[in-house]
């Protein structure tokens, strides 16, 4: 009898093992030893920039990291979770050369700073023609909750993530600061003349959206918008995006205080955006790219976010505005920061933290 | 000893719930302001939710921040008073202040400007907190000078 349990519980396990790592896809690593990686922009399978939050600008070029960084970055405030952050290329960076750049902006000779988006024209190992677009306004002291992500509209506007600077949050609410806000701007850095709030006397012009926490992710799919933010100790989002709209954060939410506290009692409220998913408790949504690619013909059509609790990929498939499955992938390698999609169909991870890779993740 | 003990505990136990009562407040009265429905029993449950949640579920249990501000403020009261002639209720009552000012004003040190406790992020809100303090350091100063008559 107890042979025969025992023989039981082998196969059980067996089983277990075999199809657990009956898995499609394989890791792949481009680079290792990165200080804090947290954006990447891709430029074709084997050039890859991507920035370091501790103020570095790095290029994988012919496959193969650069040992030195690409020189003219503007000073960044590298403290807390501010540094060099977001990255992407011009729609028509082919032919322009041209780089947007987000992070934190120490404001000279006072203890405040700010989020700040410059673009750039990168040469062979520098930044040139750079461009001050965009500074939150007002600055902030604490260096958190930044946004700091970047997407283009099909129009060619770009929208900027803008965190609500953890000690503000309330200001979220508010149309007079860029706290808890997605910005649009063009790409000259002037305000587009279709924005939300350009006639409205007692709100600031650039703001596109509101009432948002700290948006980590944001893409541009077919003429919608989604976007992630970290919730408090609960209640990380999934929302579409839309113009004019409230998304309710402080006033509604689904999380709690890291003290415990109840931040609101309200999770919804009329002329307030409800998220498309939210989840509780938190997985600290960071980057999400939007799966296109022939490599994976299952995954194609779905949104990726990674995450960096516990650390992993969330494939989401959505319909518009509905959330159809959520599967959790590639839970192995860490804390991941950021993910995007390659032009071959794989899937670049950056993991997190002082000694943070870039993944490529390819099928078997 | 035993009654001192008891007291200590009590003016942590009503300093904590001054804290909690003042961070529900500075929340429910900015919901009020942005025109949100908040009744006297959201108003309640909240807070009584809070006493549960920042004391057990939060990232650090506030009775113990308190616990340990108000051991080391005391302890350092006690041994000024060995040298000033000065009444232990206002002692203890300046005392029990710094130790939550100081609690207010440290904790954010240790996480980058970040205010943990969100009722504290203002100057009003720092001085209700720190009254609130006071009137946690008064009650324990009191019931020792009861003891003494």
């Known amino acids: 009898m107890i042979k025969k349990i025992g023989l039981f519980i082998f196969g059980i396990a067996f089983a277990y093992s ?46 193969v990291l650069k040992p030195e960084p690409i020189k003219g970055v503007p000073e960044v405030l590298f403290a807390g979770q501010g540094g060099l952050s977001g990255i992407i290329l011009d729609p028509s960076f082919e032919e322009n050369r041209k780089i947007y750049l987000a992070f934190s902006s120490p404001d000279s000779g006072q203890k405040t700073n700010t989020l700040e988006v410059i673009s750039a024209k990168l040469s062979s190992n520098s930044l040139d023609e750079i461009t001050s677009l965009f500074k939150a306004s007002p600055s902030r002291r604490t260096a958190a909750h930044y946004g700091a992500r970047m997407a283009f509209l099909d129009d060619g506007t770009l929208l900027i993530t803008s965190g609500d600077g953890f000690n503000y949050r309330e200001q979220a609410q508010y149309l007079d600061n860029h706290f808890g806000k997605i910005i649009r701007i063009n790409t000259d850095g002037t305000i587009p003349s279709d924005n939300p709030f350009v006639s409205n006397n007692d709100a600031l012009p650039e703001i596109w959206s509101y009432g948002h926490r700290n948006l980590q992710g944001i893409v541009v799919v077919d003429g919608i918008v989604y976007e992630n933010e970290h919730g408090p100790m609960g209640g990380d989002e ?52 939007f799966y296109e690619g022939k490599m994976f013909p299952e995954w194609r059509g779905s949104l990726f976010i990674s995450a960096l609790v516990p650390g992993d990929v969330r494939r989401i498939e959505v319909d518009k505005d509905k959330v159809k499955k959520e599967e959790i992938l590639f839970d192995d390698v860490g804390r991941i920061r950021d993910i995007v999609s390659s032009p071959d169909g794989s899937l670049i991870l950056a993991t997190d933290g002082p000694n943070g890779k870039l993944i490529r993740v390819v099928n078997k | 000893m035993t009654i001192n003990i008891v007291n200590l505990i009590v003016s942590i136990l009503i300093a904590t719930c001054l804290v909690i009562l003042q961070e529900t407040m500075s929340n429910m009265f900015w919901l009020i302001s942005v025109d949100m429905p908040v009744s006297i029993s959201n108003f309640i449950s909240t807070y009584f939710a ?7 579920s939060g990232a650090i249990p506030l009775v113990a921040l308190v616990a340990v501000a108000f051991l080391i403020a005391f302890l350092v009261a006690k041994i000024l008073l060995n040298w000033l002639d000065v009444p232990k209720t206002y002692a203890y009552g300046v005392a029990g202040a710094l130790a939550i000012l100081s609690l207010v004003l440290l904790m954010p040190l240790a996480f980058y400007n970040l205010d943990i406790l ?18 946690s350091g008064i009650y324990f100063g009191r019931t020792l000078e009861k003891r003494i008559i």
């Open chain 1, 18 to 63: 075999f199809f657990a790592n009956d898995r499609t896809y394989k890791y792949e690593v481009i680079a290792e030893d990165l200080s804090h990686p947290w954006g990447v922009a891709v430029i074709n399978r084997d050039n890859i920039l991507f920035t370091e939050l501790s103020g570095q600008l790095r290029l994988i070029e012919n496959g």
């Open chain 1, 238 to 289: 999934l929302n579409i995006a839309q113009a004019s709209k409230n998304y309710g954060w402080p006033a509604i939410t689904y999380g709690k205080d890291y003290s415990g506290a109840t931040i609101s009692p309200f999770t919804k409220k009329d002329g307030m955006e409800q998220p498309i998913k939210y989840w509780v408790p938190s997985i600290a949504p960071s980057g999400m790219t």
């Open chain 2, 50 to 56: 809070n006493i549960l949640a920042m004391n057990f």
């Open chain 2, 118 to 135: 969100a009722g504290g992020r203002s100057v009003l809100g720092k001085s209700i907190l720190t009254a609130f303090g006071l009137i």
